[in-house]
């Protein structure tokens, strides 16, 4: 055909058309998305104090910015559910990519108090001996610097700090709390893509173990690339399936309710082969966010390998933010699909629940150990996502607020048993740590009775409600499989306790630093909310099942 012709084709076919209108700006409500952008704006200064404050004054600007950001962010969440934002107003904004509810701002509640519990933990400067006159932390000299390199020890000497850490914590907050809110599958990806980069930088920035460290951080990279890959091919078929990003468009398809088809995908829509394989790939890509088997083998060896405080970070806050959009993608866009997803996620949860629970009896490293403990968490936590009902969603919640200060104080004790080779995580070494002090063996006992479920801690409560739910749900069954693997994993947090409380300590046992106020708060905050959700939990159950309905 000549370009003549082509041309002429053109011109007939833009005549025929309507006449172009002008193209609407996005009405965007800054007001309801305060919450993230308070966080990126507060990620963008930190990157700003790099470039221009003097590196003397840098950890104390980095860690003011993060902190304020924090509250401040955290303060609008509250807000917002004040002025009903998680009830009676919630709405779909931003133009259709932002879910303003009542799950939403719960779980960005619960990841911004996690978050400064992690800044807390991450600014403390009293656990290392000092290094030529000056206070370190948790994170490497100079992160460029080879591993024992002269230019390490150059940088030790000078007394740098990689200060970087904190806007990289901000950026990974911000991610995480667009990520559970996201209404749309382009939301989803970039989410879960500005979460997960900052994390893998965080995970390779250890001060001791440098090498282990940035292993944990390249196993990290690799795994979790796969990952994305299978999300965003997933999201490839599932738009090819309805033509559309949106949650709504493809809850509709699924359901049949579609009514404005275009003529040129009804062809292609609908098909459901697309429909299962990209439901299989997106649910994939957050299975191995939240760790569950058999998605699970990156996180026993970058927990072990990362530095402590972001492994305590990573463990609380990626689950939150993991589970939030699970739950969207399952209760929102595919309730219309249960019949299909439902028998793979039993599947998943058994596995997921004897996996973390059985591997963990023979663990020797305590880091590990709580790895393991983590992946039978996120078994537990999927049988509240398999009821399918409100109150699963609300005990879901629930589990994820408590569990994460449980998670965030346990880690923060770990950073306190040390030797002269830094954290102490060998379990042989905290024999007779219960003899040696009394206090921080007693807090450490409290957070495993509460990972274990004992009455009265916070753990308890959190899975009496997640097993009433899923028993109400239909799913017995998979209750007893919660309770059996529950009696299992109790035998090793029982073993530690027995190990810290009745062993005789060795005479060349780790001692115990005396942290800064700081991993001290963050500590107090794991105990007190472990106990008061544990002795009266009813509450935030409330708030939890206020908060766990999603706009449609």
């Not at 221009?52 to 950890?59: E, G, L």
């Not at 990573?314 to 595919?334: E, H, I, N, P, S």
């Amino acid at each position: 055909m000549s370009a003549s012709a082509v041309h002429s084709l053109w011109t007939t076919a833009a005549t025929a058309a309507e006449p172009i209108s002008k193209i609407d700006a996005p009405k965007i409500e800054y007001g309801q998305l305060s919450p993230a952008l308070i966080v990126i704006g507060a990620a963008v200064i930190g990157v700003l104090v790099e470039a221009f404050v003097p590196r003397k004054s840098r950890y104390y600007a980095q860690v003011f910015v993060a902190v304020v950001a924090l509250a401040a962010a955290f303060a609008a969440v509250v807000a917002l559910a004040a002025g009903g934002y998680g009830t009676t107003k919630a709405h779909i904004a931003a133009m259709g990519a932002i879910a303003v509810d009542g799950p939403a701002l719960f779980l960005q509640g619960t990841i911004l108090l996690a978050g400064l519990l992690g800044v807390f933990t991450f600014a403390e400067r009293r656990l290392d001996p000092e290094a030529h006159g000056n206070r370190v932390d948790a994170f490497a000299a100079q992160a460029s610097a080879v591993p024992g390199s002269d230019s390490e020890k150059a940088a030790v000497k000078a007394g740098f700090t990689t200060t970087e850490v904190f806007p990289l914590l901000l950026f990974a907050i911000s991610g995480m709390l667009v990520f559970p809110a996201a209404n749309d599958l382009l939301t989803l990806f970039v989410a879960l893509e500005v979460f997960s980069l900052p994390l893998y930088l965080l995970c390779a920035v250890a001060r001791r173990k440098r090498l282990m460290s940035q292993e944990a951080a390249v196993k990290y990279f690799l795994l979790g690339a796969f990952a994305s890959a299978f999300t965003l091919f997933g999201i490839a078929l599932l738009y090819g399936y309805a033509g559309s990003m949106s949650y709504a468009t493809i809850a509709h398809v699924v359901d049949g309710t579609v009514t404005d088809l275009d003529p040129a995908l009804a062809g292609t829509m609908g098909n459901d082969v697309l429909l299962l394989i990209g439901t299989a790939l997106v649910v994939m890509g957050l299975l191995f966010k939240v760790g569950a088997v058999p998605f699970h083998m990156w996180t026993p060896d970058v927990y072990q390998g990362a530095p402590t405080p972001v492994t305590g970070f990573m463990a609380a806050a990626t689950k939150v933010a993991a589970f939030g959009a699970l739950l969207r993608l399952l209760y929102v866009v595919l309730p219309g699909l249960r019949w299909d997803w439902r028998p793979v996620m039993w599947a998943v949860a058994i596995v997921t629940m004897l996996g973390g629970a059985i591997v963990a009896i023979t663990q020797t490293d305590i880091k590990r150990l709580l790895a393991y403990s983590s992946i039978a968490h996120a078994g537990f936590i999927l049988a509240g996502v398999i009821a399918t009902s409100p109150d699963g969603v609300s005990s879901v919640l629930f589990y994820l607020g408590a569990y994460s200060f449980v998670t965030i104080g346990a880690f923060a004790v770990v950073t306190l048993v040390r030797d002269a080779g830094g954290e102490a995580t060998h379990l042989s070494k905290w024999a007779g740590l219960g003899r040696r002090s009394p206090l921080v063996a007693a807090v450490f006992a409290v957070f495993l009775l509460a990972f274990a479920g004992i009455p009265l801690t916070s753990g308890f409560a959190g899975k009496f409600a997640v097993f009433k739910a899923a028993a109400e749900g239909g799913a017995g069954a998979l209750v007893v499989v919660g309770v059996i693997s529950s009696a299992i994993a109790a035998f090793f947090y029982i073993r530690v306790i027995v190990l810290m409380f009745f062993s005789e300590p060795k005479p060349e046992g780790p001692t115990v630093a005396v942290p800064s106020p700081l991993t001290m708060t963050a500590i107090a905050a794991g105990v007190a909310v472990t106990l008061v959700l544990g002795v009266a939990p009813q509450y935030f159950l409330n708030l939890a099942s206020q908060a766990g309905v999603f706009v449609r």
